[in-house]
């Protein structure tokens, strides 16, 4: 899988956009670019994934540039409870390793009043 | 969304005894489970691979010895910390992959446990 860069931490305004950013400079052809956020003391939450279009769900807008070698998760109008830790992962969707994900270190968003 | 139950939530031991820690798919069949183990301020890390019917796969310096999973079921699977010591205290989080529907992953909230 990819290796990934996200910066470690960053604050964002309630009511705000937050924008996360996370660089995939070695991303193959069929890599996905997924994104997970962790809730203090919960388990991963799954939030969105793309190959190369942007996608929106109900929960955040991703946007994948024309080379792929980088991303950005779109929080449209962040919340207190979107404070978490959020992770971009590159993999491919289907493998032979059975689907493992393997985690970096993620950004730590912090919503403020 | 499909839903991925892990029990006990938390758990507190003693020393030298061993914790069952259970992962279940409660909406789906799951052939494959992972394992992770969480320090505190860390990320996840991997431990094992658990296949339904067959041996486990445990990433390096995993020791499968202390850690024994089995996967009995399409929906279970149990992570055994064998001899607890309080360096095993951590976020323990299992996975599972609804592979009928959309192939993702779904995340357990997680099993705390404390080696006193």
């Known amino acids: 899988d990819a290796k990934t860069t996200q910066p470690p931490s960053m604050d964002c305004a309630e009511g705000r956009a937050a924008n996360l950013p996370c660089n995939h400079s070695t991303i193959s052809g069929n890599e996905y670019v997924y994104w997970y956020r962790q809730i203090h003391s919960q388990g991963p939450q799954y939030i969105i994934h793309g190959l190369k279009n942007n996608e929106t769900n109900e929960m955040a807008s991703l946007i994948i540039t024309e080379d792929r070698k980088s991303s950005t998760l779109i929080l449209p109008h962040a919340t207190l409870r979107d404070t978490a830790v959020y992770y971009c992962i590159v993999r491919v969707r289907e493998q032979a390793a059975g689907n493992k994900l393997t985690f970096g270190g993620g950004t730590r968003v912090l919503v403020k009043p | 969304g499909a839903v991925v139950s892990q029990h006990p939530s938390r758990v507190i031991c003693k020393s030298g005894t061993s914790v069952k820690i259970e992962c279940r798919s409660l909406d789906f069949q799951a052939t494959t489970m992972f394992w992770y183990r969480q320090f505190p301020k860390q990320s996840l890390m991997l431990m094992a691979t658990s296949n339904e019917g067959s041996k486990a796969t445990y990433e390096q310096g995993v020791e499968k010895d202390k850690f024994l999973i089995n996967h009995a079921s399409l929906t279970l699977s149990t992570l055994t910390v064998t001899s607890a010591h309080p360096e095993d205290s951590s976020f323990y989080i299992c996975?599972?992959?609804?592979?009928?529907?959309?192939?993702?992953?779904?995340f357990g909230e997680g099993s705390r446990l404390t080696v006193l």
């Open positions: 996975s599972a992959r609804d592979a009928q529907n959309t192939g993702e992953l779904f």
